[in-house]
């Protein structure tokens, strides 16, 4: 079981940047691919972007290419998602999430989101 915590979240104006880590716990974390969602208030849960066991392969929603950028630092247990050209849409809280079993992109973005293991969340609002 890998255990998450995710921190970098705050305020931002429009345009601005963040960038949001996800500390993992667990002898295995280094072997399975990571990935980040978001929730922004009453909607769903939707997937931003994924990371694959050894961080060479990077997959990302439509909304976040050339924005955002998805990262890992496996000695460190450390994903990061650096966060550019903030939008108010970009509002929500903010998931780190874990393969249980695989090691590639697709363990994450064709996962069961009950398959996965989760974060806490860190809260990003974009906002004048």
């Known amino acids: 079981q890998v255990l998450l915590v995710e921190s970098g979240g705050g305020l931002v104006q429009p345009g601005g940047s963040l960038r949001l880590s996800c500390k993992a716990s667990?002898?295995?974390?280094?072997?399975?691919?990571l990935g980040w969602f978001r929730q922004a208030p009453g909607k769903e849960r939707e997937f931003v972007a994924a990371i694959n066991w050894s961080g060479h392969a990077t997959y990302y929603a439509d909304s976040a290419k050339g924005r955002f950028t998805c990262s890992r630092d496996n000695a460190k247990n450390m994903v990061y998602l650096e966060l550019n050209f903030l939008k108010p849409e970009d509002t929500a809280v903010y998931y780190c999430?874990?393969?249980?079993?695989?090691?590639?992109?697709?363990?994450?973005?064709?996962?069961?989101?009950?398959?996965?293991?989760w974060g806490q969340g860190t809260q990003v609002t974009v906002s004048a």
């Open positions: 667990g002898s295995t974390y280094s072997t399975y691919a």
């Open positions: 999430a874990a393969s249980r079993t695989g090691q590639a992109i697709g363990d994450i973005v064709q996962a069961p989101r009950d398959s996965l293991n």
